[in-house]
T-cell receptor
Framework: KQEVTQIPAALSVPEGENLVLNCSFT??????LQWFRQDPGKGLTSLLL?????REQTSGRLNASLDKSSGRSTLYIAASQPGDSATYLC???????????FGKGTSLLVTP | ETGVTQSPTHLIKTRGQQVTLRCSSQ?????VSWYQQALGQGPQFIFQ???????GRGNFPPRFSGLQFPNYSSELNVNALELDDSALYLC?????????????FGDGTRLSIL
């Protein structure tokens, strides 16, 4: 089973800083990896999906990378804003399964 | 384009009761998955439905069951509710023919067991 770990569990940064969230996974036979945002009491909003054949994806101020050989993915957020405050979850889908396997998330607080 | 919608938003039940949660998939999506998210944890995969058949299941007991209807909407049924079933239940849909499309989630149903 694909095990996913996210570090750090919580992060607080001042507005305007660039930051990196980390995600590691155990099964290198990964089909794709998806990053989500979750606001308190809400569902998940898909941010970026990286296919196994890709190294990175970008959307606006967000950039996600995937390194299958090391079992790592990073989400880079440029010029952080208070509106970026949320929990960020990564989820890997293995070649052999249907499920998304989630980490526990990183809780991000961006202070004005 | 209509997103994934779930009902009800909140539900309170007591131990031993049964509950049915509902999900309407995003337009054009024929695959629906259900996840359980306990407080402070990442979502855990319950099962997936494609063309009205269960085609994948996580580590959940048989008292968790589901249905998918011809219009691709879905239900999650939980029998003999236990205190540990208290969680946010999330539904996600995707187009099955392209496995590399992102899954889109609803806002979930918050289930509390007393």
């Amino acid at each position: 089973k694909q095990e996913v770990t996210q570090i750090p569990a919580a992060l607080s940064v001042p507005e305007g800083e660039n930051l990196v969230l980390n995600c590691s996974f155990t099964d290198s036979a990964i089909y794709n990896l998806q990053w989500f945002r979750q606001d308190p009491g809400k569902g998940l909003t898909s941010l970026l999906l990286i296919q196994s054949s890709q190294r990175e994806q970008t959307s606006g101020r967000l950039n996600a990378s995937l390194d299958k050989s090391s079992g790592r993915s990073t989400l880079y957020i440029a010029a952080s804003q208070p509106g970026d405050s949320a929990t960020y979850l990564c989820a890997g889908k293995s070649n052999s399964g249907y499920a998304l396997n989630f980490g526990k998330g990183t809780s991000l607080l961006v202070t004005p | 384009e209509t997103g994934v919608t779930q009902s009800p938003t909140h539900l309170i039940k007591t131990r031993g009761q049964q509950v049915t949660l509902r999900c309407s998939s995003q337009s054009g999506h024929n695959t629906v998955s259900w996840y359980q998210q306990a407080l402070g944890q990442g979502p855990q995969f319950i099962f997936q439905y494609y063309r009205e058949e269960e085609n994948g299941r996580g580590n959940f007991p048989p008292r968790f069951s589901g249905l998918q209807f011809p219009n691709y909407s879905s239900e999650l049924n939980v029998n003999a509710l236990e205190l540990d079933d208290s969680a946010l239940y999330l539904c996600a849909s995707s187009p099955a023919e392209t496995g590399n499309q992102p899954q889109h989630f609803g806002d979930g149903t918050r289930l509390s067991i007393l």
